[in-house]
């Protein structure tokens, strides 16, 4: 029988878990925090995270984290991009100590600043490679608030290793959960990345009272950016089109369960960026995001008004009505 050893317990990571151990699965989720532990194994709930929900009898939570990994057959990690150093640093020691190989897969959606490296970039740079056999992500439209009510889902796994990507297909598969799988996991990742960006946005226009019309606008132009960041890293310009592409953008971009969204709203209705940060309580992973591709299309020749705009009204201070009146007041072009 399989054993997937989930790494964070926040939102993602334990409908994931949950996902997996509804299909009996063994599935170990590691949180730095033993009162989650104590909270799903004893109460098989994380209100925090996803108030309301009753979680698998099956999903064992566990504290230390060589316990959980310990014989698994793959590792997901599934914590912030900012976490992703520390946690993989200590990844990398328990699959030391224990001397083991593993499938090693992610679901985190961001880039890191400064570098502007890619979660399994950052993996490759703090986990030896002699410790797993291949890296995957899990990527495209899914709140974990709608997949832990059952909700309808289709996410893409991206990877090269055809066997490992089947291995986390089949690990999550059921008639509410369809796991697709590609060989690009390097746009997989970057469609769930830009994606945030573009997300803060929409709800920035709603929050302002806008229509559908500037949705559309916005979400379509977004995708144009996402795919041209995509193209100028390596990407394959038609995982833009699939479910970790638009599909993620349709998602983040619409829907209030997205934390990202919901941050713009908050902000097109007067609040500040610290103050929506601080009542959020779960990571916004597109203000960070925004910064590292606004600082890479500096370096890169590349034009990105929308990503600029954002990061103008993020870091800058700057209106978010007078950026929108700076993006239709651009010259006029034709569309690309
Ligand atoms: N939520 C969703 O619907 C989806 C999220 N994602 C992506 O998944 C990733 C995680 O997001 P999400 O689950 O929403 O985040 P949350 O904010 O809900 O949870 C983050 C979790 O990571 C833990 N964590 C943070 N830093 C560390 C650390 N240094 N060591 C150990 N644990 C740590 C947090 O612990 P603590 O409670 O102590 O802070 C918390 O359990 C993000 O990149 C997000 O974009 C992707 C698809 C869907
Ligand atoms: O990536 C997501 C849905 O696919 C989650 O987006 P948020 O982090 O904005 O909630």
Same mark, same amino acid.
């Given at each position: 029988m399989t054993k997937v050893a989930v790494l964070g317990a926040g939102s993602w990571g334990t409908a994931l878990a949950n996902t997996m151990a509804k299909n009996n699965v063994v599935v170990n989720i590691w949180s730095? @925090?033993?009162?989650?532990?104590? !909270?799903?194994?004893q109460r098989h709930q994380n209100?925090?995270?996803?108030?309301?929900?009753?979680?698998?009898?099956?999903?064992?939570?566990? /504290?230390?984290?060589?316990v959980a990994v310990a014989d698994a057959d793959v590792v997901?990690?599934?914590? &912030?991009?900012? /976490?992703? @150093?520390?946690?993989?640093?200590?990844?990398? !020691?328990?699959?030391?100590? %224990?001397?083991?190989?593993?499938?090693?897969a992610h679901a985190t959606k961001g880039l890191e600043q400064g570098t502007h490296l890619r979660i399994s970039q950052m993996i490759e740079e703090v986990v030896p490679s002699e410790n797993y056999s291949s890296l995957a992500v899990i990527s495209g439209p899914s709140h974990a608030e709608d997949v832990i009510k059952g909700d309808l889902t289709a996410v893409s796994i991206g990877g090269t290793d !055809?066997?490992?990507?089947?291995?986390?297909?089949?690990? +999550? /598969?059921? !008639?509410?959960?369809?796991?697709?799988?590609?060989?690009?996991?390097?746009?997989?990742?970057l469609g769930?990345? %830009?994606?945030?960006?573009?997300? +803060?946005?929409?709800?920035?226009?709603?929050?302002?009272?806008?229509?559908?019309?500037?949705? /559309?606008?916005?979400?379509?132009?977004? %995708?144009?950016?996402?795919r041209s960041v995509g193209q100028k890293m390596g990407a394959k310009p038609e995982t833009f089109l699939g479910l970790a592409g638009i599909g993620d953008l349709i998602v983040t971009g619409m829907s209030p369960n997205s934390r990202n969204y919901r941050a713009g709203f908050a902000m097109g209705h007067g609040q500040s960026l610290n103050q929506v940060q601080e009542e959020m309580g779960m990571v916004i992973e597109g203000v960070n995001t925004v910064k590292a591709v606004y600082e890479y299309q500096q370096?890169?020749? %590349?034009?990105? &008004?929308?990503?600029?705009a954002l990061y103008q009204v993020l870091y800058e201070e700057?209106?978010?009505e007078d950026q929108i009146k700076l993006l239709m007041t651009r010259p006029l072009k034709a569309e690309d």
């Open positions: 730095h @925090r033993v009162d989650q532990v104590d !909270e799903i194994n209100d925090h995270y996803l108030p309301g929900a009753t979680l698998s009898e099956k999903l064992l939570a566990v /504290a230390d984290m060589q997901l990690m599934v914590v &912030p991009t900012k /976490a992703i @150093r520390s946690v993989g640093s200590q990844l990398a !020691e328990v699959l030391q100590n %224990l001397d083991q190989q593993v499938i090693l !055809e066997a490992a990507t089947a291995v986390l297909q089949k690990t +999550l /598969a059921s !008639e509410n959960f369809r796991p697709y799988t590609n060989h690009d996991l390097l746009g997989s990742e769930g990345a %830009l994606k945030n960006i573009i997300a +803060l946005g929409s709800g920035m226009l709603v929050g302002l009272g806008y229509g559908v019309n500037a949705q /559309a606008a916005l979400l379509t132009r977004g %995708l144009v950016e996402m370096t890169h020749q %590349l034009d990105l &008004p929308i990503t600029t700057a209106q978010i």
